[in-house]
């Protein structure tokens, strides 16, 4: 069986990533460290715990499976935490990435797609944002990931690595049959947090801002459908090679602002969400919107998902389901 190494197989996205390839004829072979993985999250395929920076354990993965390529999602990114302690986030990004392209060289797998972010942009002049847009990120998770990427085309030259980054934009809602789902610790992002509220967990959301240049004042995002994004990894280890861009851009193409996303959440919970406005969030840019032109040349590949109320619906139907996960 095709075999592919998917580091963070057993994160929120990660996990949808396996199942996709699963489901695409692969075989999903999950290496986590599972400091914020889920064992339970891991359905399609083999688990494999280890750390990047562990280059003999990773030797030893390749070897037992000879996967064809490496889907890399394993990061830390908290963008927050990533200020205070950038180190932490440049030796996990950037050093646990340099092993493991050290280990797939050594054990020849050339086939590598990377889960890279909007983050990379920082505040964009232009939105929506194509992949030309220069990048200038704003804080070290965002500086990492872009690093990578220099990294990984210094490898395409001089050891013929085939390679590409998918810059995702917010990727939101959950499996539909909710196997699986978003589960982090701490949580930080918008739509669970609105979803915590609207269960009764959180006794309100905060908006991070109300003054910001947009027609309601709060910060806009393209939210992804995460089976969305998984497809497009999928389409993009099936096309790499020397035509295929190495940078492409994974959003709906389409904004959503804060407001408009709590006032989603309640819609489809039919619950009230108490609403408190509090202070900017250093590094939010106003708009992060992306052109995914380039994806669908590229990949053949268009959100499935572009409204926000069935992205939020899935979100909501696995927080609620009763599995203990
Ligand atoms: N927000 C609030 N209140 C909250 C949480 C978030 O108002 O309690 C706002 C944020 O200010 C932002 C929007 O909701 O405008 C979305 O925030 P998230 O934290 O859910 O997502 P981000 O846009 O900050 O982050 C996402 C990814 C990061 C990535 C970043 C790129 O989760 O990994 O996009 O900018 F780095």
Not at 52 to 61: E, K, M
Not at 72 to 81: D, K, P, R
Request: one cysteine or more; charged letters at 20%.
């Amino acid at each position: 069986m095709r075999s592919i190494l998917v580091t963070g197989g057993a994160g929120y996205i990660g996990s949808h990533v396996c199942k996709a390839l699963a489901q695409a004829g692969f075989q999903p072979v999950t290496y986590d460290s599972l400091i914020y993985g889920h064992e339970w999250a891991v359905n399609w395929g083999p688990l494999e715990v280890g750390e990047l920076s562990d280059g003999d354990r990773l030797d030893q993965v390749m070897r037992k499976y000879g996967p064809e390529g490496i889907i890399h999602l394993a990061a830390f990114a908290y963008v927050g935490e990533s200020v205070s302690n950038p180190l932490k986030y440049y030796k996990n990004n950037v050093g646990g990435t340099i092993s493991l392209v050290e280990s797939a060289h050594r054990n020849g797998v050339k086939k590598f797609v990377f889960s890279s972010t909007c983050a990379t942009y920082g505040v964009p002049k232009n939105v929506p944002i194509v992949e030309s847009e220069p990048p200038h990120p704003v804080n070290p998770y965002g500086a990492s990931k872009l690093m990578v990427e220099r990294v990984l085309a210094d490898c395409a030259v001089a050891y013929g690595l085939e390679w590409c980054a998918l810059r995702y934009f917010n990727a939101a809602g959950a499996d539909p049959a909710c196997r699986i789902g978003e589960s982090h610790d701490p949580e930080t992002h918008l739509i669970p947090l609105i979803i915590d509220v609207a269960k009764g967990v959180r006794p309100h959301i905060t908006i991070f801002g109300n003054d910001y240049d947009t027609p309601d004042g709060t910060c806009i995002r393209d939210y992804i459908h995460v089976d969305d994004l998984a497809d497009a990894h999928v389409r993009a280890l099936e096309r790499l090679g020397s035509s295929l861009p190495t940078i492409i851009n994974l959003g709906t193409g389409r904004g959503y602002s804060v407001l408009e996303v709590i006032d989603s959440v309640q819609a489809v919970t039919n619950n009230p969400i108490l609403v408190e406005v509090g202070a900017r969030r250093a590094g939010d840019p106003a708009r992060l919107v992306s052109d995914p032109s380039l994806a669908l040349d590229a990949l053949g590949w268009k959100a499935q998902y572009v409204e926000i109320g069935p992205i939020v619906d899935t979100a909501w139907r696995w927080h609620c389901r009763e599995s203990p996960a």
